[in-house]
C-alpha cells in the first residue's frame, strides 16, 4: 500500500504545473501538486528505494525512473556515484510528464483495486 500511495505522490510531483489541463478539477489538483512540490526530493528517495525493493515489477521500474528524476540533489551527494545518479536523473527529466501520467494512472488504478478488490471477497 505504501508503494501505491508513493506512486500517486511521485506522479502529481512530476505533473506539477501540468494538470491545469484536466477538465473540471485541473486546477485544484495543480494547486495539490504545488503543494507537494518542496517534498519532492523525499519522495524521490523513498519512490527509488520502494522501486529497488519491487524490481521485477513495472511500478517497480516506473518508481526508480520517478526517484531518479525527484531525487536528483539528493543523489549528486552520494560519494563516487553521485555525479553519474545526477546526470542520469537530468537525462530523465525531459520524460518527467510522460513518467508522471504513467505512474499516477498505474498507482491510481492499484488504489482502486486495493479498495475494491478487499471490498469484493
Known amino acids: 500500500m505504501l508503494a501505491i500511495l508513493v506512486s500517486i505522490l511521485a506522479g502529481f510531483v512530476l505533473l506539477s504545473g501540468r494538470m491545469h489541463v484536466v477538465p473540471g478539477v485541473g486546477a485544484a ?3 495539490a501538486a504545488r503543494v507537494l512540490e518542496p517534498f519532492g526530493v523525499v519522495i524521490g528517495v523513498v519512490a527509488l528505494v520502494l522501486g529497488i525493493l519491487e524490481f521485477l515489477s513495472l ?3 516506473l518508481l526508480i525512473l520517478a526517484g531518479l528524476i ?3 540533489s539528493a543523489l549528486a551527494s552520494i560519494p563516487s556515484v553521485g555525479a553519474a545518479f545526477a546526470r542520469l536523473g537530468k537525462a530523465l527529466a525531459e520524460f518527467g510528464a510522460v ?3 504513467i505512474i499516477l494512472v498505474l498507482g491510481l488504478i492499484d488504489l482502486v483495486e486495493a479498495l475494491f478488490g478487499r ?3
Open 59 to 61: 511500478e517497480g521500474i
Open 70 to 72: 525527484l531525487a536528483v
Open 119 to 121: 471490498l469484493g471477497r
Open 99 to 101: 513518467i508522471g501520467v
Open 29 to 31: 489538483l495543480d494547486r
